[in-house]
């Protein structure tokens, strides 16, 4: 197992992530207990010590589980981690709550990470509104207490949003977990965010690493220029050695729902085998061809905005349409349009075109918004 140092400790650079675990029939709230404690065995025996679960994974059993499964080894042989659920604006106003809480269902008396949980457009106002809601001043409490033995946060959000979190709480924060792969690093502004990170001291914990499994896959043609490169190395392994190639990158999260998936991830990381520059040049050519299918080519240099009567940030809706248009769906753009005001979210556009006739790409803008519309139901 790779090891990587942070304040004195080492880390497992493959963390096991506990949102995928294996599940009974289909149904994601019915973990298999069995089959996920034996999965916990496996990478306990392999050496495996980052476990990172939160309040809302498998229906709020994750948590559950993962307690009992890790309380069948020493405190000191492992490193723990869940989340404040401020993804749901019924959770604001119960921080006290849900904390005591996730000690008990997790049987531990402090937490070795606890994290923000997804700061993005749709929460960024309650997390600073401190005066309300008191998530901050609750959380920096328990650091303080020994409850929480380190402190950081995980984002969604587009750049502006974590720049507003880091100029605001940045001082108190450990680490930061993105959603990174080779994918993101361009189409996500994952390069910008993690320079900004490196710029304040804080490190990267990588969350999505094969970006929901679009990556474990890729085209034949994609595949042969790979193996060609690199014939002993699976498909998947190339996102990982991506970020093992990334300065700053602590803790690599994968979610595996089957032990197949988990040996798998334990060879790829039993060594430390990062990217060349022609070995990376070729995996970030076969990223900008995965991405200029179904998307559209906005370079956002903003001339459709002083032309639309609604005043509509084009760019960033037609960012957000690519995201969700990749993805097939998803909620990274539902959540940052629902922090919009109805008026300035892709319903308003008027079909005028009036900013087709500036746009350097000739991109159908009116037809687009349309089909977003379409998509968003």
């Known amino acids: 197992m790779i090891y990587r140092g942070f304040q004195g400790m080492k880390l497992s650079n493959l ?39 939160a309040w809302g994974y498998h229906d709020e059993h994750s948590e559950l589980v993962m307690g ?38 997790l049987g531990v008396d402090y937490f070795d990470f606890y994290l923000f949980h997804n700061v993005c457009e749709m929460n960024i106002d309650a997390y600073l509104d401190d005066a309300k809601y008191g998530i901050y001043s609750y959380l920096t409490e328990q650091k303080r207490r020994g409850r929480i033995r380190h402190l950081g946060f995980s984002c969604h959000g587009d750049l502006p949003v974590l720049q507003r979190f880091l100029d605001a709480y940045g001082k108190d924060m450990e680490f930061c977990q993105l959603q990174l792969n080779y994918l993101d690093w361009t189409f996500q502004h994952g390069r910008e965010k993690v320079e900004l990170l490196r710029r304040l001291g804080i490190p990267v914990w990588v969350m999505e690493p094969l970006r929901g499994g679009k990556l474990a896959k890729l085209r034949p ?16 392994a190339w996102a990982f050695r991506f970020l093992q190639s990334i300065p700053g990158v602590t803790v690599i999260l994968s979610g595996m729902s089957n032990e197949e998936q988990l040996e798998k991830n334990l060879a ?29 080519p906005c370079t956002a240099c903003h001339y459709c905005v002083s ?14 349409y ?24 892709p319903q308003a556009c008027l079909q005028c075109r009036s900013c087709e006739q500036v746009c350097p790409q000739q991109i159908r803008i009116s037809e687009v918004l349309a089909d977003f519309s379409a998509k968003l139901g």
Not at 41 to 53: E, L, P, S, V
Not at 268 to 296: C, H, Q, W, Y
Request: proline share 6%; hydrophobic share 40%.
């Open 322 to 345: 690519n995201e969700h248009a990749y993805t097939g769906g998803g909620f990274i753009a539902p959540m940052a349009l629902s922090a919009l005001p109805e008026d300035k979210r």
């Open 268 to 296: 790829t990381f039993a060594e430390d085998r990062p990217l060349n520059d022609a070995e990376m040049s070729a995996l970030k050519d076969i990223a900008e061809r995965m991405l200029s299918r179904g998307t559209v």
């Open 15 to 53: 963390g096991f992530g506990a949102m995928r675990l294996p599940v009974i029939g289909g149904d994601d709230g019915r973990i298999d207990e069995a089959a996920a404690l034996r999965m916990v065995d496996t990478a306990m025996k392999n050496g495996i010590n980052y476990y990172d679960t």
């Open 221 to 236: 043609q994609d595949e042969e220029t790979l193996k060609a490169l690199r014939p002993d190395e699976e498909i998947p």
């Open 68 to 105: 009992r499964a890790l309380a069948r080894y020493p405190r000191d042989s492992f490193f723990v981690a869940t989340k404040f659920p401020g993804y749901d604006a019924a959770n604001w106003g119960k921080v006290e709550e849900i904390f005591e809480r996730q000690l008990e269902k």
């Open 307 to 320: 032309h639309c009567p609604m005043g509509l940030d084009i760019p960033r809706l037609l960012s957000l």
